[in-house]
């Protein structure tokens, strides 16, 4: 029953997005290519991979995609770019038209939607016979799905709290570390020039990816949002915005417009991940800042939360020949030069991530945030999180009362879940 109610949501998310593709609405950015299964080309198999990085990031990951090309006998893998917010609708539409690409570049919270659906190929076997199966329990969780592995973890990042070091000595401000110390040092740090703190709460997963650490410190997870402990990450974080320390202009902010309000020196303070920090430093050379672990609640946990991708098999796809590239790309060392080429971290268990980035201040606060990172990793995840942005957004522009959001919240995620048990 799972199964069909999943194949039937993407077969209508499809459907949505028929007269678009038909239109070349995506085809400019988009070209599916030809179905799973892959060509030949020079002698070699073509197989694809369908990816959503984009300007350096891409730049990066397509260096090491021509090095396995020039390196393999057998295989030439082609990238496939589309936007993140067409990704899913073209998944959809590949899916029923069985012409999806080769690989898949998932985030790693859509990749047990994507098993239950019917669209990745179950590489179990070849992970278990891999020589080099070496992986952190999260990120390979978040691959996982009945017991059986759809991905591997290709990459892995989370989230701190940015600031600015000459602002938190002018107001006399030491770094934060727990909740309390966050709002006084918010509410030191506001001007009329400057906010405080900043964090997303924009309509997209960016706003649950930032609210988790928050809930995580309570020791609760976001489909525990109407409990007291989500209640009362919920009340937190309001109170800032309705003291004037956060900005509720942060419901149209994306990660990446507060790194530019943080670069600019607009806000002191703000959630964000490494991938920001090269943006940051290019913005504005002269800043003088640091990153700390995320402030915790007075008697919770550090928390942050787990973000990254896996890279998918599709089920009508060569497998051999999508295999010999992934574990090509997964391996030791292509995946801790890659990971630090593009300022992430390797998921892989063997690993040494704080060693790696040893000399860097910044990325190694990262990497030893490392072991606080909570994966997201549910079945009906992508549906859970569209009430946790509703909630956030009704919340912080007055809507509704925290513990009001929280608990309409709980009944439509409650609803969910009941759903998806079905």
């Given at each position: 029953m799972k199964l069909k109610k999943r194949l039937l949501a993407m077969t209508l998310a499809a459907t949505l997005a028929v007269g678009l593709s038909a239109c070349g609405g995506s085809g400019s950015t988009a070209d599916p290519g030809s179905a799973g299964g892959g060509n030949s080309s020079g002698g070699k198999k073509t197989i694809t991979l369908w990816h959503t990085l984009a300007d350096s990031e891409q730049d990066t990951f397509s260096k090491y995609v021509d090095e396995f090309n020039a390196q393999s006998d057998d295989v030439q893998v082609e990238m496939v770019y589309m936007p993140q917010?067409?990704?899913?609708?073209?998944?959809?539409?590949?899916?029923?038209?069985?012409?999806?690409?080769?690989?898949?570049?998932?985030?790693?919270?859509?990749?047990?939607?994507?098993?239950?659906?019917?669209?990745?190929?179950?590489?179990?076997?070849?992970?278990?016979?891999?020589?080099?199966?070496?992986?952190?329990?999260?990120?390979?969780?978040?691959?996982?799905?009945?017991?059986?592995?759809?991905?591997?973890?290709?990459?892995?990042?989370?989230?701190?709290?940015?600031?600015?070091?000459?602002?938190?000595?002018?107001?006399?401000?030491?770094?934060?570390?727990?909740?309390?110390?966050?709002?006084?040092?918010?509410?030191?740090?506001?001007?009329?020039?400057?906010?405080?703190?900043?964090?997303?709460?924009?309509?997209?997963?960016?706003?649950?990816?930032?609210?988790?650490?928050?809930?995580?410190?309570?020791?609760?997870?976001?489909?525990?949002?109407?409990?007291?402990?989500?209640?009362?990450?919920?009340?937190?974080?309001?109170?800032?915005?309705?003291?004037?320390?956060?900005?509720?202009?942060?419901?149209?902010?994306?990660?990446?417009?507060?790194?530019?309000?943080?670069?600019?020196?607009?806000?002191?303070?703000?959630?964000?991940?490494?991938?920001?920090?090269?943006?940051?430093?290019?913005?504005?050379?002269?800043?003088?800042?640091?990153?700390?672990?995320?402030?915790?609640?007075?008697?919770?946990?550090?928390?942050?939360?787990?973000?990254?991708?896996?890279l998918c098999i599709t089920a009508n796809a060569d497998t051999d020949a999508a295999w010999e590239f992934i574990s090509w790309f997964c391996s030791k060392e292509v995946n801790e030069r890659y990971t630090y080429d593009q300022g992430k971290f390797s998921p892989r268990s063997d690993a040494d991530n704080e060693a790696i980035y040893a000399d860097d201040e910044i990325m190694l606060t990262f990497a030893e945030n490392m072991q606080y990172a909570i994966a997201r990793h549910d079945l009906s995840w992508t549906e859970m999180s569209k009430q946790i942005q509703t909630m956030l957004q009704e919340t912080y522009t007055g809507a509704k009362t925290p513990e009001q959001a929280a608990k309409d919240c709980q009944t439509k995620i409650d609803t969910i879940l009941a759903e998806a048990e079905e």
């Open positions: 917010d067409e990704f899913l609708t073209q998944v959809a539409v590949g899916n029923l038209s069985s012409e999806l690409g080769d690989i898949l570049r998932v985030d790693n919270p859509d990749t047990i939607g994507f098993a239950s659906s019917g669209v990745l190929a179950d590489i179990t076997d070849y992970y278990n016979n891999w020589d080099e199966a070496s992986y952190l329990e999260g990120p390979l969780e978040s691959a996982t799905y009945d017991g059986k592995i759809y991905g591997v973890p290709s990459e892995s990042n989370n989230i701190a709290l940015y600031y600015n070091k000459a602002m938190l000595e002018e107001a006399g401000v030491e770094v934060p570390t727990t909740w309390s110390e966050l709002s006084e040092a918010a509410k030191a740090l506001t001007t009329d020039a400057v906010d405080g703190f900043a964090m997303s709460a924009i309509a997209n997963e960016e706003a649950t990816f930032q609210f988790v650490p928050f809930i995580g410190s309570e020791g609760k997870t976001i489909n525990e949002i109407g409990s007291e402990a989500g209640i009362d990450a919920l009340t937190f974080i309001n109170s800032m915005v309705q003291d004037g320390s956060m900005s509720v202009d942060c419901i149209n902010w994306s990660q990446a417009d507060i790194a530019k309000q943080f670069a600019a020196g607009n806000c002191a303070m703000m959630i964000n991940g490494p991938w920001n920090v090269a943006v940051v430093k290019e913005d504005n050379p002269d800043l003088d800042f640091g990153v700390a672990l995320i402030p915790k609640s007075e008697n919770g946990d550090y928390a942050t939360c787990l973000g990254g991708e896996n």
